[in-house]
């Protein structure tokens, strides 16, 4: 199961920069507008602290950990939804992710331009935000226009559709995101084939870059889902994914953090998507298999392999924690902690699992 997560914001706010710490690439990250065109595209490691204790214990031959897709998009600005620097290709990028990380500038520097002139965190969220909306609305209008002959025809699912694109139609007018308007599973069913940009869910990032960071909360209108921003430092983040191992450690402790901005930002990511994870753990190997919360055994079985869910019959289940302190599955099966559970079971984070299948 892949994740895609776009990493947005104003030209010349950290985004690349970001995305070269994360990944360890080298996408270009220039002090002009419209460096990057075509998205780049990279893979991180989420870190989960679990891993190495379940592998000590089993004797793994290797961990595999989960991970998520991150791509680097184009800078947007003030008219991209009708075209202004190359916007509307930029926008298309948007659409095939499943999340957004919005960078936002925090730190003053001279050297490098600001497009706006000025470093107003709130005014550039509200650039992009507003810039995602009119991208909606176009794409609402359009198909509220197209509906029109399909009601005539009879479908019931259009009239579903027209009064769920209405709602969002209006609050999009009122300068409100989708992602902020109540729909019922069967509304919400039928919205998503339109990949609406405003729908998607958001985290920001806000760069400080050596900066002190805000001591006042920034005030993010119109959006009551958004979180106050996730502050790193995102040039020293770039110095340390350029350092070994131990000479990552011991900067760390020269600065004080016990631990690096990009992991905040893996989990935040993780968190943000509604994600969980569960193991395999053995000799071949532990490994971590990403899933949505909420998602029952058969299915989690099945990001394993297809064949794994049409074939379930039963999963055995115990906690990564009551493993550990088992000492290994033959304890835990004496102990009656390796439970037994059947296909309406709901996957809990942090549950080890080993499915019983028919080929």
Do not use: C
């Not at 794994?308 to 009656?336: H, M, P, Q, T, V």
């Amino acid at each position: 199961m892949s994740f895609k997560i776009g990493i947005v914001g104003l030209p010349n706010v950290g985004k690349s920069t970001l995305f070269n710490a994360l990944t360890k690439q080298q996408a270009q990250a220039s002090n002009f507008p419209f460096t990057t065109i075509d998205p780049n595209v990279g893979v991180i490691n989420v870190p989960d602290e679990r891993l190495a204790k379940l592998s000590a214990q089993e004797k793994s031959a290797k961990i595999v950990p989960t991970s998520i897709e991150f791509i680097d998009i184009a800078g947007l600005v003030k008219g991209a939804a009708e075209g202004a620097g190359l916007g509307n290709k930029f926008l298309s990028h948007i659409r095939e992710v499943d999340a957004i990380v919005q960078v936002v500038r925090f730190f003053k520097n001279d050297e490098i331009i600001h497009v706006d002139g000025s470093v107003n965190p709130a005014r550039d969220i509200e650039v992009i935000n507003l810039e995602l909306m009119f991208a909606d609305l176009s794409t609402v209008n359009k198909r509220l226009e197209s509906l029109a002959r399909e009601i005539k025809g009879g479908d019931k699912e259009a009239l579903l559709l027209k009064a769920a694109l209405e709602k969002i139609k209006t609050s999009l007018d009122d300068g409100k995101p989708a992602r902020t308007v109540a729909l019922n599973e069967e509304e919400s069913r039928l919205v998503k084939g339109l990949s609406l940009l405003s729908m998607k869910p958001v985290l920001y990032v806000g760069n400080t870059s050596g900066n002190n960071p805000p001591q006042s909360p920034l005030i993010l209108r119109g959006d009551e889902t958004a979180k106050e921003p996730l502050l790193i430092d995102v040039k020293i983040e770039q110095e340390l994914s350029e350092l070994t191992d131990d000479e990552r450690v011991e900067y760390m402790k020269e600065l004080g953090i016990s631990e690096s901005g990009l992991d905040r930002l893996a989990k935040a990511a993780y968190k943000l998507l509604n994600l969980i994870t569960f193991f395999t753990a053995g000799p071949i190997e532990t490994k971590a298999w990403t899933i949505v919360s909420g998602t029952k055994a058969p299915q989690a079985a099945g990001v394993i392999h297809t064949d794994f869910e049409k074939g379930f019959i039963r999963a055995e289940i115990i906690g990564w924690d009551k493993l550990l302190e088992a000492g290994s599955y033959a304890n835990a099966r004496d102990k009656g902690w390796l439970r037994v559970e059947g296909k309406e079971y709901i996957m809990q984070d942090g549950d080890v699992a080993h499915f019983r299948f028919n080929v």
